[in-house]
């Protein structure tokens, strides 16, 4: 089928580079109107270069050798072969095509592999079946390069003799592609490495070396949401954490932390949320000004259904436990199926994931919500570059209750999501609680022992006080402040303070 492509100057609010024409996904999704944003287009340079090609902003541009026959099917191949698998561009395209095109395609070459992945992808993504037979007896290939893509151990299609080896299902599939950032995350091996840092280490101290960083993970988690922390609150946040793991990850689960977390249902709803829910401010007479909207309540069940499969084919494939974590905690998020308290679930499940992948020393959960609120510009950039494109494809209109109404099909924007660069983000912030969170709070539980034991051996006075003579020095860069050296410490003598002084300095010092 030819393609009419449209004399333009502009592909989805950027200017095409000069001398250059669509190319790939970008000529389809311009030919047909598609609905859908292309995040890395691709282009064709009329002349040849060095390299092939280059990169430009956002583009890549294919000097000329690159060329194809100006038809769907040129497009769509090139697409398939020299760009990133875009599942929510694809279906849109394959929507847009008349199925006697893709019929015509496939019976060509109907056994030719990347005939066969493309025609097995037209018929996952669209549910509908091409009036074509079956491959018949060939071998087998993978759907996915696993040199290129994080892959599942998938099963074999019948039909088109292709394994699909995809992470999740028709109703959500992220796509993780292996950067060199996370390949060399992989081969560090950060689970190995944090259970040979606590092999050197006392369980008494590492219970509560555990017991902190989970708490300064709970306090971290609820900053990030710009909320304060009650104790009733914490509790409930802490209950749930230590509980991360021990049920199956299903829909079930995900109302039961929803319920711990958030614990009064007085001014929130309770259960998945039956109406729109955005993110964003209001104008002065309350009309909505959205930066974010999520699902539309009527997908939850299919989206919730396919994120919680999804879970289990990644874990039960032995994908690798961050890149799941980073799959299903911020897939979730992205659909926000409840009212309120997204977020802290997104956490919690980044949690669970690495529990039951015994990614973590048990007993102890990594503070990823801390490293996270120390780095929350780069956590709302990695949020914002997969949803902002979206919002483009959303129809919606404020509602009488300063709400908004969302009036087109939008769950393909939420069940297909490239999630590279959530899995990176997610990588650094565990390989920072492991390479320096957990070993600093280790080491301060051993110089805060050292310093106790010193303390109390030098004046008898009771634990409490000695804990309170550290935290004040810390406060105030290592010197007892002048008004509790008058308070809680009036009663020892000027030479007792200098004494206990150089006991928590010489515990402190870095050299120590």
Known sequence: MKLSSKKTAFFQDRHIPPNTSLLGYSALVQAFDVQAPVRHPSCLLKS???????????????????????????????????????????KRIFVSIPEKVMENYVLKSPTGQLTRRIWFL?????????NVPDAGKVTAVELLDNEKYFVSTGEVSARHRIRNNLLGNENFCPVVRKTEALRSFI?????????????????????????????????????????????????????????????????????RLHEIIIGDFRFTQQGFRTDAVYLGKRTSDNEPLPEFIGANQHDLQSLLSGLTKTSYIMGNSDADAVIQAAAISFGFVYIHPFEDGNGRVQRCLIHHILA??????????????????????????????????????????GSDKGNVSVHNDTADLYRFF??????TFLYKCVEETIEKDVPEEIDYLRRHDRAMGQILTEVQMPNRLAEDFIMFMR???????????????????NEEVVRLEQIVRNAFRPES
């Open 475 to 493: 406060q105030n860069d290592w010197t007892l402040p002048k008004r509790r050296r008058e308070k809680e410490f009036a009663l020892l003598s």
């Open 187 to 255: 081969a560090k091996d950060l689970s190995a490495r944090a259970m040979r840092i606590l092999d050197k280490v006392s369980p008494v101290v590492i219970a509560r070396a555990a017991s902190f960083l989970l708490l300064a993970d709970t306090q971290a988690s609820f900053a990030i949401e710009q909320e304060k922390l009650p104790t009733k609150t914490q509790d409930r946040w802490l209950r749930a954490i230590r509980q991360v793991g021990s049920d199956a990850l299903n829909e079930e689960e995900l109302l």
């Open 356 to 397: 039951v992948r015994n990614f973590n020393p048990k007993g102890m959960i990594f503070p990823v919500s801390s490293v996270m609120l120390k780095r929350i510009d780069e956590y709302r950039k990695v949020l914002q570059a997969h949803s902002s494109p979206l919002m483009s494809y959303i129809e919606w209109t």
């Open 122 to 130: 037209f018929e996952f993504l669209t549910d509908r079946k091409l």
């Open 48 to 90: 040849r270069t060095l390299h092939g090609r280059k990169q430009h902003e956002d583009w890549t541009i294919f000097d000329s050798k690159y060329a194809v026959e100006e038809t769907v099917e040129g497009h769509l191949v090139f697409a398939l072969k020299h760009e990133n698998l875009d599942l929510l561009v694809l």
């Open 418 to 423: 490239d999630c590279t660069l959530a899995a």
